[in-house]
């Protein structure tokens, strides 16, 4: 690979040197530093006043979702704990947004990337990585997506990411501007700045872990919900206590939804959790792109259509506050999926009735006619 352009490479320099890192971590950090923050957005339901609704808009970034955040932590926490040096391949375990993010990285310092993924993958999926200079392992059996990595990295003596088990713990969920920070900054100056809850989704769990943290170091009142998929084992796991249980049936709601209770999950701080059906998650997305006038994805319909439950609660019980969820990406990388017809018809998906329900809340604020599994951690009422 490509010296960094910051120092004269020395072809006869021994393979790592501390200065490579420090340059390493530099443009990293300065990435960070020429990326603003990400919009919150107010989005204004006038049939909902005394509630207010915010959206942290993290499509924004450059890699275009919210795993932009994951994939530069991952990377610091990697260079800083010495498991990346000059010239080390790193590989993940992703066929998604992190992967792209994280090729978006590795060719910022430098170094290979590779990407496991099934090769059912999308074209498109695949065309976003290989933009970045990353290359993309395909395997026949997505069941063993976590072996076939870390198998790759021994083979290549490189380094796996890993972005299931370190993501909680490379996040400083403390502070210095992680995304939960970032959230309280932006609110201070709204009518009601400290939300009644934030809405979350689990990939890897890591946001959900940094987000409920925060809470408790800041000693804030807010309280986290995390809005798990159809098909996944995070709610089987929160519900029973368990983390053992497991999901035979990958999710359709890419970006969130595991097989597993990953590491990085932290049920502690989680004070509840819902499990949305897919075609539910599918109608919310439509709704709020039309609310917005531009698309969004399918997890960021998941997040909403939780956010939406919570204030219909709020309202029947004639409570005000705010309510904080997240725009996780675009919508436009899945105008062949959750955006197509035939798609949805090929997988049973019929969104209509939710989209009837959700838009009928909005509109009026009665109750919002839809039920779904739903969880109190009894640990933290």
């Not at 725009?327 to 035939?342: H, K, L, N």
């Amino acid at each position: 690979m490509p010296p960094l352009p910051f120092r004269q490479h020395d072809p006869m320099a021994p393979a790592y040197r501390r200065g490579w890192v420090d340059e390493a971590v530099a443009a990293i950090e300065a990435d960070q530093c020429r990326t603003a923050d990400t919009h919150l957005i107010r989005l204004i339901v006038p049939a909902l006043s005394g509630i207010d609704l915010y959206l942290k808009d993290e499509s924004t970034h450059p890699t275009g979702s919210l795993k932009h955040r994951l994939a530069r932590s991952l990377f610091l926490y990697a260079l800083c704990n010495g498991h990346i040096r000059e010239g080390t391949p790193v590989v993940e375990a992703s066929s998604g947004s992190t992967a792209v993010s994280e090729a978006y990285f590795a060719e910022m310092i430098g170094v290979p990337f590779y990407a496991v993924m099934p090769r059912t993958t999308s074209a498109e999926k695949i065309a976003a990585i290989e933009h970045y200079g990353g290359n993309c392992h395909l395997i026949d059996d997505g069941r063993t997506l976590y072996a076939e990595a870390a198998a790759l990295a021994t083979r290549l003596n490189g380094h796996y990411m890993d972005q299931f088990t370190f993501a909680e713990r490379a996040t400083d969920w403390r502070g210095n501007n992680n995304i939960a920070e970032s959230i309280f900054t932006q609110l201070k100056g709204e009518p009601r700045p400290l939300p009644d809850w934030i809405v979350m989704g689990a990939g890897t769990g890591g946001t959900s872990a940094t987000i409920g943290r925060y809470l408790r170091y800041r000693q804030y009142p807010t309280r986290l919900c995390v809005a798990d998929v159809e098909h996944s084992a995070f709610f089987d796991c929160f519900r029973a206590q368990d983390r053992s249980r497991v999901c035979e049936r990958p999710s359709l709601i890419e970006g969130v939804g595991r097989p597993r209770c990953e590491p990085s999950f932290v049920p502690g701080v989680v004070d509840r959790m819902m499990k949305i059906p897919d075609a539910a998650s599918i109608a919310a997305m439509n709704v709020l792109s039309r609310r917005l006038r531009r698309a969004v994805g399918g997890s960021t319909g998941t997040n909403f259509l939780a956010l939406c439950r919570l204030a219909s609660e709020m309202r029947k019980a004639g409570q005000t506050g705010s309510l904080v969820t997240l725009i996780c990406d675009s919508g436009e990388r899945y105008r062949q999926t959750y955006y197509e017809p035939s798609w949805l018809s090929a997988r049973g998906l019929d969104p209509a009735p939710f989209e009837a329900a959700l838009s009928s809340f909005l509109e009026t604020a009665q109750p919002l006619a839809l039920e779904v599994d739903d969880v109190v951690n009894p640990q933290n009422a």
